[in-house]
């Protein structure tokens, strides 16, 4: 089973960058796609960002597109999540989300807090 832990969030100011961490354990990495979501309170988890397991390829949500950046490093089992610029509307729980190629093995971590307010 894979496990997942984030790391890296914290209380920034408007304008500001934070970088997201997400170490994976337990698996072979490079077998899993892997995604960002968040839940802000009172609203349902939304993805955020997702990179495939080996080409690298990357989507994004539309209101974080030009601004959050994802990216992973298979030698490290990590994927992160760059955020500039932001927003005291990107204030949530971020989470990351690991999926196998070809099984439906998958799993979440725990959540990290990311809170922008001046």
């Known amino acids: 089973q894979v496990q997942l832990v984030e790391s890296g969030g914290g209380l920034v100011q408007p304008g500001e960058s934070l970088r997201l961490s997400c170490a994976a354990s337990g698996v072979t990495f490079s077998m899993y796609a892997m995604s960002w979501y968040r839940q802000a309170p009172g609203k349902e988890r939304e993805l955020v960002a997702a990179?495939?397991?080996?080409?690298?390829?990357?989507s994004y949500a539309d209101s974080v597109k030009g601004r959050f950046t994802i990216s992973r490093d298979n030698a490290k089992n990590t994927v992160y999540l760059q955020m500039n610029n932001l927003k005291p509307e990107d204030t949530a729980v971020y989470f990351c989300?690991?999926?196998?190629?070809?099984?439906?093995?998958?799993?979440w971590g725990q959540g990290t807090q990311v809170t922008v307010s001046s």
């Open positions: 989300f690991a999926i196998h190629w070809n099984t439906d093995n998958a799993g």
């Open positions: 990179i495939s397991r080996v080409s690298g390829s990357t």
